[in-house]
T-cell receptor
Framework: KAGVTQTPRYLIKTRGQQVTLSCSPI?????VSWYQQTPGQGLQFLFE???????NKGNFPGRFSGRQFSNSRSEMNVSTLELGDSALYLC???????????????FGSGTRLTVV | AQSVTQLDSQVPVFEEAPVELRCNYS??????LFWYVQYPNQGLQLLLK??????LVKGINGFEAEFNKSQTSFHLRKPSVHISDTAEYFC?????????????FGKGTKLSVIP
């Protein structure tokens, strides 16, 4: 069974630009969550999607957005990049909803974004 | 709101010695508890989880954790560590109720196994 795939693995962007990150969940998983990991703040929840609907959102500015497609693949977008957005962005999937959602999340290897 | 405190940011231990990584949580509702491991330049791998039932949970790679509701703790243990256990370990909680699917993580504990 293929794992969670995140692309690209590494990205360098300039302040003010925008960026789109992609996440393909495990086949059959309908819930996708995004997390930001930085040395200072640790792992912070961005948002979670299930069946193309955002179910939960973390405490991040509106520059951070996401979406989920009908095949459960998800993208997150960060507009007007700031230096502080440099981080490892992790995507996680689970079969979500009902009793399946507590079986733990499977994480991808992440996209390391560097803003210069 | 929930919070997770990992009491040690770094834990050095000699190879084949036992180790305990401490985790305390705060929550006003019932929670599920998880331990994840992160190797350099990789994502998070689930070690074990507590959902309900027996308070002693066994996971992969010889790790186990004990849920203590009265002390709101979920400490991770391994009786004999190997060099390959060198990594960062994260404790996480999730509201066990429906409608809340986000994980709240601790700041992590870096385990260094010394040969």
């Amino acid at each position: 069974k293929a794992g969670v795939t995140q692309t690209p693995r590494y990205l360098i962007k300039t302040r003010g630009q925008q960026v789109t990150l992609s996440c393909s969940p495990i086949s059959g998983h309908r819930s996708v969550s995004w997390y930001q990991q930085t040395p200072g703040q640790g792992l912070q929840f961005l948002f979670e999607y299930f069946s193309e609907t955002q179910r939960n959102k973390g405490n991040f500015p509106g520059r951070f957005s996401g979406r989920q497609f009908s095949n459960s693949r998800s993208e997150m977008n960060v507009s007007t990049l700031e230096l502080g957005d440099s981080a490892l962005y992790l995507c996680a999937s689970t079969n979500g909803g009902g009793t399946g959602s507590h079986y733990g999340y499977t994480f991808g290897s992440g996209t390391r974004l560097t803003v210069v | 709101a929930q919070s997770v405190t990992q009491l040690d940011s770094q834990v050095p231990v000699f190879e084949e010695a036992p180790v305990e990584l401490r985790c305390n949580y705060s929550s006003s509702v019932s929670v599920y508890l998880f331990w994840y491991v992160q190797y350099p330049n990789q994502g998070l791998q689930l070690l074990l989880k507590y959902l309900s039932g027996s308070t002693l949970v066994k996971g992969i790679n010889g790790f186990e954790a004990e849920f203590n509701k009265s002390q709101t703790s979920f400490h991770l243990r391994k009786p004999s560590v190997h060099i390959s256990d060198t990594a960062e370990y994260f404790c996480a909680v999730r509201n066990s109720g429906a409608g809340s699917y986000q994980l709240t993580f601790g700041k992590g504990t870096k385990l260094s196994v010394i040969p």
